[in-house]
């Protein structure tokens, strides 16, 4: 734990990172004998690709996530493309998706040559705004991508009927939602594939890149299987195109070794994230309008990948609290139809107008599992004192 940072609100520390972002080492302090075990492990056995240490890695987060089946891969955005990839997702096919999201959704579908169709969010949870999707399902339309964005799902239940009604592959991007729930369902398990990321800064980090996808059906396992190794089945005889995807053995060994503490770990972000419900209401800064607090919605299970606050002056603001030592970060300062190399699909300024006044208005704020109660109150006290409140 950091509450040992004794902080003193009257002496601002430019130069001094107060309340990081993100504190990676806080954690790492507490793991670090586990995940040396089993990094040494993968060591002595020498089976680097693949092997024991993967197959453990894909039975437990297969398990955690409500699926019967996991395969790892090199990482989260390889996730997302090998499950397209698996369903023939090519050009002249069109996928449904946000634009309010990390580059790696709408860049995979790119990347296969298909074209992204975005469907504008919802103001509250910035996730896709259900009741737009099928206006925009066309004859062409293959897949539909939900992005369970900060950690909260999506409207699982509205997009599964749209897929239903159209015969359509769902893609959870879960990327920032491991062990998140929508009604009691794990993020995940709910569509055709779940799609995880591994990064660092996910909530559950390896030592690099690493990712997952889970399916509840055996075929699409296989296939998966086949893809990340070349498409080769049996070995140096290939049916089908594939690459490279598969996930390191240590890196596998480090996601299982830290897995255990993955519920604690949540518990410690939602405990945060009413903490600041609480300081910014106490500020009186919800009352006037001056932050927007995160829309949790009911029957979820939000796991906090980020607390993400809704200000007028948002970048005065991000500027003010770096001078102060407080890490914030935008997610997303571009939303993905205004990407300079999406320029080819004609979009313009006002097409998706709500993520584009996400982009203008959002700022994360610390809220890993680590943050003490003493740096959320430092943090609330000077986004008070920029309003001048
Ligand atoms: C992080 C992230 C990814 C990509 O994961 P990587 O492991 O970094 O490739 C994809 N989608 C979303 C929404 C993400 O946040």
């Known amino acids: 734990m950091s509450t040992s940072t004794k902080i003193d609100p009257k002496v601002p520390s430019a130069a001094k990172t107060v309340v990081p972002l993100l504190d990676l080492k806080a954690q790492h302090a507490v793991v670090k004998d586990e995940v040396a075990k089993a990094v040494q492990a993968v060591f002595e056995s020498q089976q680097f690709v693949l092997g024991p240490a993967v197959a453990e890695c894909e039975k437990k987060i297969a398990e955690y996530s409500g699926c019967p089946f996991?395969?790892?891969?090199?990482?989260?955005?390889d996730a997302l493309l090998v499950a397209m990839m698996a369903e023939g997702i090519g050009p002249g096919d069109e996928v449904i998706t946000t634009p309010y999201t990390f580059f790696a959704t709408a860049g995979s579908v790119a990347r296969?040559?298909?074209?992204?169709?975005?469907?504008?969010?919802?103001?509250?949870?910035?996730?896709?705004?259900?009741?737009?999707i099928e206006?925009?399902?066309?004859?062409?339309?293959?897949?539909?991508?939900?992005?369970?964005?900060?950690?909260?799902?999506?409207?699982?239940?509205?997009?599964?009927?749209?897929?239903g009604r159209h015969k359509l592959v769902v893609i959870e991007d879960a990327a920032q939602a491991i062990g998140s729930e929508w009604k009691g369902r794990r993020a995940g398990s709910m569509g055709d594939y779940g799609c995880f990321s591994f990064f660092p800064s996910k909530n559950l980090g390896c030592a690099g890149d690493g990712g997952m996808v889970v399916t509840r059906d055996a075929d699409r396992a296989e296939k998966l299987r086949v893809l990340r190794a070349h498409g080769s089945k049996p070995k140096y005889y290939h049916k089908i195109i594939g690459g490279n995807f598969r996930l390191d053995s240590l890196q596998a060994a480090v996601v299982t070794a830290k897995l255990p503490y993955l519920d604690g770990w949540t518990a410690g972000r939602q405990a945060n994230a009413r903490r600041y419900r609480r300081l910014f209401e106490e500020a009186g800064l919800v009352q006037e309008g001056l932050v927007g607090l995160p829309h949790e919605l009911p029957d979820v299970r939000h796991i906090y990948n980020q607390f993400v606050i809704r200000v007028p002056r948002r970048d005065d603001l991000q500027a003010y609290l770096k001078e102060q030592g407080i890490g914030t970060?935008?997610?997303?300062?571009?939303?993905?139809?205004l990407q300079e190399c999406f320029a080819y699909l004609g979009h313009r300024p006002g097409d998706f107008p709500q993520s584009e006044a996400a982009a203008k208005e959002t700022l994360a704020l610390p809220i890993y599992p680590e943050l003490s109660d003493e740096q959320a109150r430092y943090v609330v006290e000077k986004i008070r004192e920029f309003f001048g409140r």
């Open 70 to 77: 996991g395969v790892g891969v090199t990482s989260g955005t």
């Open 112 to 132: 296969l040559g298909a074209t992204p169709v975005f469907v504008d969010v919802c103001p509250k949870t910035c996730n896709l705004d259900v009741s737009q």
């Open 135 to 163: 206006g925009r399902v066309t004859g062409r339309t293959k897949a539909i991508i939900p992005v369970h964005l900060y950690g909260q799902c999506a409207d699982v239940d509205a997009i599964l009927a749209v897929a």
């Open 329 to 337: 970060e935008i997610y997303y300062p571009v939303p993905m139809h």
